[in-house]
Nanobody, 118 residues
């Protein structure tokens, strides 16, 4: 099992910045992907960004150039730096950890609310 603890959400005005953190603990595999999805009311869950244990990153087109995902040196904590926030970024942000290997397992955090006012 992998436990994920998220922090850093909140209310921000458009154009502002927030940083989300997600710390993983438990049965951490060396090969993994960590990242963030978001879920807005009435919309499908979408991938925001992820980072592989190798350091490779992926971003949704809607956040490229504004959001940056990174890992702490111990690689068990990921950060999502969100700049130039827009009202359409309002959503519950869910951290995930995907164990890679012969079999894969995905674990989810509890979610943190990000609200951007215009």
């Amino acid at each position: 099992q992998v436990q994920l603890v998220e922090s850093g959400g909140g209310l921000m005005q458009a154009g502002g910045s927030l940083r989300l953190s997600c710390a993983a603990s438990g049965s951490i595999s060396s090969r993994n992907v960590m990242g963030w999805y978001r879920q807005a009311p009435g919309k499908q869950r979408e991938l925001v960004a992820n980072i592989v244990d190798t350091g490779s990153t992926t971003y949704a087109d809607s956040v490229k150039g504004r959001f940056t995902i990174s890992r702490a040196n111990n690689k068990n904590t990921v950060y999502l730096q969100m700049n130039s926030l827009k009202p359409e970024d309002t959503a519950v942000y869910l951290c995930y950890f995907k164990r890679m290997g012969v079999t894969t397992s995905t674990y989810w955090g509890q979610g943190t609310q990000v609200t951007v006012s215009s």
